[in-house]
């Protein structure tokens, strides 16, 4: 069973049918153990917008913009958890969860035995600086504590981590399927982190999340 790490941009969240176009869009994908983490799209913005205004120190910002996922997380397991269409979901909400998860994935007997199903991660549960500090490595490259590291670097890091077999980062605006992994950070649609992540074992797709109807 292939391994799936999508990222759902924080825009996407304040989109009027997301779960309709999230269920449409999963139905074509093939087969897999999919993990979903959230974006924060605007409140994450306000943030930015503050240390623009009133700079604070760069790691202490990032790893409160970390915890404020929970937000993001929370909101759209509701979502999740509501809607009779998701019959398979898991949510992974703290530490000990991410724990289980992580070693059911690190086991590929378990991951072949495995039938498909959604799972939707709390960022800070598994990305936090114990974290980072333990799983360092050249296939897992520590990214920056700044504004240059968003959910998409983080959707990275994950796979990385997990030894996922693709990466899909889904946006509310336009990609051109074109573009390489450095077209898509020059141009702004994913952060300059993921520049770590160039030449990486697994697959990576950035695209818009299409409408269901």
Same mark, same amino acid.
């Given at each position: 069973?292939?391994? @799936?790490?999508?990222?759902?941009?924080?825009?996407?969240?304040?989109?009027?049918? =997301?779960? !309709?176009?999230?269920?449409? +869009? =999963?139905? #074509?994908?093939?087969? !897999?153990?999919?993990?979903?983490?959230?974006?924060?799209?605007?409140?994450?913005?306000?943030? @930015?917008?503050?240390?623009? =205004?009133?700079?604070?120190?760069?790691?202490?910002?990032? +790893?409160?913009?970390?915890?404020?996922?929970?937000?993001?997380?929370?909101?759209?397991?509701?979502?999740?958890? $509501?809607?009779?269409?998701?019959?398979?979901?898991?949510?992974?909400?703290? %530490?000990?969860?991410?724990?289980?998860?992580?070693?059911?994935?690190?086991?590929?007997?378990?991951?072949?035995?495995?039938?498909?199903?959604?799972?939707?991660?709390?960022?800070?549960?598994?990305?936090?600086?114990?974290? %980072?500090?333990?799983?360092? $490595?050249? #296939? %897992?490259? @520590?990214?920056?504590?700044?504004?240059?590291?968003?959910?998409?670097?983080?959707?990275? +890091?994950?796979?990385?981590?997990?030894?996922?077999?693709?990466?899909?980062?889904?946006?509310?605006?336009?990609?051109?399927?074109? $573009?390489?992994?450095?077209? =898509?950070?020059?141009?702004?649609?994913?952060?300059?982190?993921?520049? @770590?992540? !160039?030449?990486?074992?697994?697959?990576?797709?950035?695209?818009?999340?299409?409408?269901?109807?």
């Amino acid at each position: 069973m292939r391994l @799936r790490v999508i990222k759902i941009g924080g825009s996407l969240l304040v989109r009027d049918h =997301l779960m !309709a176009d999230l269920r449409v +869009w =999963l139905d #074509r994908q093939p087969p !897999a153990i999919t993990l979903a983490i959230a974006g924060g799209g605007e409140m994450i913005n306000a943030v @930015r917008q503050w240390d623009r =205004l009133r700079p604070g120190d760069p790691a202490n910002v990032h +790893w409160r913009c970390v915890e404020m996922l929970r937000f993001s997380f929370e909101s759209l397991a509701e979502s999740f958890q $509501s809607d009779s269409h998701f019959p398979d979901f898991e949510t992974i909400a703290d %530490v000990a969860a991410w724990h289980r998860f992580a070693t059911i994935i690190a086991t590929s007997k378990s991951i072949s035995q495995s039938t498909p199903k959604l799972y939707l991660g709390n960022v800070p549960a598994f990305y936090h600086r114990d974290s %980072v500090a333990q799983h360092t $490595s050249d #296939r %897992v490259p @520590r990214l920056p504590e700044t504004w240059d590291t968003t959910t998409d670097a983080i959707a990275f +890091w994950m796979a990385a981590r997990l030894n996922a077999d693709e990466c899909v980062v889904l946006k509310s605006c336009d990609v051109d399927p074109a $573009s390489s992994l450095a077209d =898509l950070i020059d141009g702004g649609v994913v952060d300059p982190a993921c520049s @770590r992540f !160039a030449g990486c074992d697994f697959r990576i797709v950035v695209e818009r999340l299409p409408l269901a109807s």
